[in-house]
């Protein structure tokens, strides 16, 4: 478990990009008392997901 400040590094991001998207519902977290727990996995499956849908936008053919 991972806390926001770890996630946001990890994504390369803000700690408030990181609630954001929890709040959004783009990444998985717990609430634990008055803080949220991201699990590793998910955060890694969002990077993942991130990756390969800018990779799908790099291999769109400009016209």
Known sequence: MLTAAETAALLGV???TV???IRRGG???LRVGS???IPER???AY??????EHEA????PRR
Do not use: D, I, P
Not at 47 to 52: A, F, I, M, P, Q
Not at 57 to 60: E, F, S
């Open 42 to 44: 998910a955060a890694r």
């Open 57 to 60: 936008q790099r291999r769109v």
């Open 47 to 52: 990077l993942r997901e991130v990756r390969s």
């Open 19 to 21: 609630y954001r998207l």
């Open 27 to 29: 990444l998985t977290a």
């Open 35 to 37: 803080v949220y727990r």
């Open 14 to 16: 803000s700690t408030m």
